[in-house]
């Protein structure tokens, strides 16, 4: 067999192998039937159905180049920014994208400030070149761009991609729909929008249509159309090497059509190209097909599905928040989300043994340690210890990061799997780590909202709040069993200073339990004394059942100005404060003042009213003046409540009673 080598793929693949592994395999040209793939190789030929791209009067195209057809008239903007501000926007279609987290994606470094007005100008633009500009909404969450199901392609890939995942279809039927949803590409998905091109939906979008030809083909060769499967695996095996089930399906297309030293040659390449680009041995899949070719037979591997998950611990309260979660299936990530102590991984631990059931792939668990005592999980550690999950012994692991990456995107992209991502710091430790397609499920817990996780990859938050009032109750007569009617009270106010959190709550229950005679009134009289409640809030068994230090790694994670604003804000008495004051009382400016208590917000170490007020509750502020009088001392401490007292001096006598407390009767001091 004589192999030519072509030119290397494209740069916005998922894999950049070496060009010296391109190959072409002799094909065989009979006339094509009318079920075959033919029509997939032209934009101009697509055999899409009527009823899933006919709609509007404007049609939304990221399944190659971004387009926006408006009537048959190409109106794409133009500009750079525009299509990246649109192309985000439509990673995200139907829901708010946060417009710091927007500008953030679009302008990462801006010293000056100015993204928010160059995304309001963008936006601008962009509204005028939709059929209607109401498409584009400001809401309180955000951006947010309304598309109809068919005015997207990708909603059309969508809906043939889930009739494939739900319907049981003779082959000729599955030839037939893959064809349809292949025709809707026109390339690399937002091949020309370069900032996305490592975003995890397009990384999904290209997995799935991976997913979609191996189906294609598989139906293609039960038809016996060994030809066209020769064909179509060839050229997709040029543009992605490294991909072996691509290879594996050209081997046994090329076995069934009589040519067993052909399968072979492409097996021997394929594990030449594994070994020196990534080095891997090929697989169960290609191994398997080699040893049809060598005339062996089948030979079948199985492995046990990994089943990590920790033992679940008992909710009160939490079943809403199960609900939001959602059910299982393919979709964006979902980050659960709150403070230290409020119960993020016990409730997300809590949703993957109900759902179990939905991933017989297995349901894998890594602990991230983004918050802790030992330093955060390496992502390239993280992609180890999964692969190493399912089967990957580490000799077979790549060295590489994106080659990680690549191999453990190929291993998931058809799979059910749910991947819990526990304790994450920010979204870089997060997006490699994202599953290839499927049918999978990735749920991610982490005090940091992560931001850019929304942002490019669709993330959908679930915030955890502290417990209820009356639940945080009930876990306390969980836990220490019947309680007195005369000491109700004091059960609801001990929740209340332990800040409803169920940590603190457990800690509690655990001094209760542990102390003859102690009763809830005498440890909510110990627990009164701010400056002892994070003493008392200690169970003495590690750092993980200490609030202090669940508090502390929250702080370490700071930047020096974040950190200065949370040591203000512990100054103060139980009461919100506005940016003008809470500036005043930094000595900062405010545009500086706004950042940092953002970055608070969504670490979960401050609180933002509706009126944009801020504040803390009672063990995230004595926590903060703890670290106020260690790092700050007694002398800037009495500085910054004079700063205070003087704004507020001002704005009594009128000079900026628009932004001072006292216009608004608020206690300061």
Not at 171 to 194: H, I, K, N
Not at 317 to 340: F, N, W
Not at 365 to 382: H, I, K, M, N, Q
Request: include cysteine.
């Amino acid at each position: 067999m004589t192999c030519r080598r072509t030119p290397a793929a494209s740069p916005h693949s998922a894999y950049d192998p070496s060009p010296r592994y391109r190959w072409r395999i002799p094909r065989c040209r009979p006339m094509m039937m009318a079920s075959g793939f033919t029509a997939l190789s032209s934009p101009l030929q697509r055999d899409v159905p009527g009823d899933l791209l006919s709609g509007g009067s404007v049609r939304f195209e990221t399944l190659g180049p971004l387009r926006v057809d408006c009537d048959g008239a190409d109106v794409t903007p133009p500009g750079r920014v525009q299509r990246l501000v649109l192309a985000t926007l439509l990673l995200r279609v139907n829901r708010s994208v946060p417009v710091d987290a927007l500008a953030d994606g679009v302008w990462p470094d801006d010293p000056a400030g100015r993204a928010q007005s160059r995304l309001q100008l963008a936006v601008h633009r962009i509204r005028g070149r939709l059929d209607d500009p109401a498409r584009l909404t400001l809401e309180p969450g955000g951006y947010r761009l309304q598309v109809a199901e068919d005015e997207s392609d990708v909603a059309a890939f969508d809906q043939l991609t889930a009739r494939l995942r739900g319907e049981r279809m003779p082959p000729d039927e599955v030839v037939r729909v893959t064809s349809q949803a292949l025709g809707l590409w026109r390339g690399e998905p937002l091949e020309d929008v370069a900032e996305l091109g490592d975003a995890a939906e397009v990384l999904r979008w290209s997995d799935r249509r991976r997913w979609v030809i191996q189906l294609w083909c598989e139906a293609q060769l039960l038809c016996g159309r060994n030809a066209e499967v020769i064909d179509r695996a060839a050229t997709d095996l040029d543009r992605e090497p490294l991909h072996e089930p691509f290879a594996a399906l050209l081997m046994r297309a090329l076995y069934a059509a009589g040519r067993p030293a052909d399968a072979l040659a492409v097996y021997e390449r394929t594990r030449v190209a594994l070994r020196e680009e990534l080095g891997l041995d090929p697989g169960p899949a290609l191994r398997k097909a080699q040893a049809q070719a060598l005339g062996d037979g089948p030979v079948d591997v199985v492995l046990a599905a990994p089943a990590e998950l920790p033992p679940q611990v008992p909710l009160v309260g939490r079943q809403e928040l199960i609900g939001l979660i959602g059910e299982p299936g393919p979709s964006a990530p979902r980050v659960v989300t709150g403070m230290a102590g409020v119960g993020k991984t016990a409730l997300a631990i809590a949703w993957a043994h109900r759902h179990c059931a939905a991933f017989p792939d297995g349901q894998l668990f890594v602990d991230l340690r983004g918050y802790s005592d030992d330093a955060p999980v390496a992502v390239e550690d993280a992609l180890a210890s999964l692969l190493a999950s399912l089967g990957y012994m580490p000799e077979r692991i790549p060295s590489d990061l994106h080659a990680r990456a690549a191999l453990w995107r190929s291993l998931t992209a058809t799979r059910r799997m749910l991947v819990l991502l526990d304790n994450a710091r920010e979204t870089e430790q997060v997006r490699p780590l994202l599953v290839g397609g499927g049918a999978s499920t990735v749920i991610v817990t982490s005090r940091n909202a992560l931001p850019g996780l929304v942002a490019r990859e669709g993330a959908r938050v679930v915030p955890v709040a502290p417990l209820t009032p009356d639940d945080a109750v009930s876990l306390l007569r969980e836990l220490i069993g019947p309680i007195p009617a005369e000491d109700g009270a004091a059960v609801r106010e001990l929740a209340r200073v332990c800040g409803e959190l169920p940590l603190a709550l457990r800690i509690a229950a655990q001094r209760l339990a542990a102390r003859d005679g102690l009763g809830p009134a005498d440890l909510l009289a110990e627990l009164c004394d701010e400056r002892d409640r994070l003493d008392l809030l200690d169970a003495d068994d590690g750092p993980a059942t200490d609030i202090r230090a669940e508090l502390s790694w929250s702080y370490a994670a700071l930047k020096p100005e974040a950190a200065q604003v949370f040591r203000m804000l512990g100054l103060l008495p139980r009461t919100e404060i506005d940016l003008s004051a809470l500036a005043a009382l930094c000595n900062l400016p405010e545009r500086v003042v706004r950042r940092h208590a953002e970055a608070l917000v969504r670490l979960h170490l401050a609180q933002r009213s509706e009126t944009g007020l801020y504040s803390q509750d009672d063990l995230l502020r004595a926590y903060a003046a703890e670290c106020a009088a260690e790092h700050d001392g007694p002398d800037a401490s009495a500085a910054a409540r004079a700063r205070l007292l003087s704004f507020h001096a001002l704005g009594r006598a009128g000079a900026r009673a628009d932004i001072a407390w006292g216009a608004r009767g608020r206690t300061l001091l």
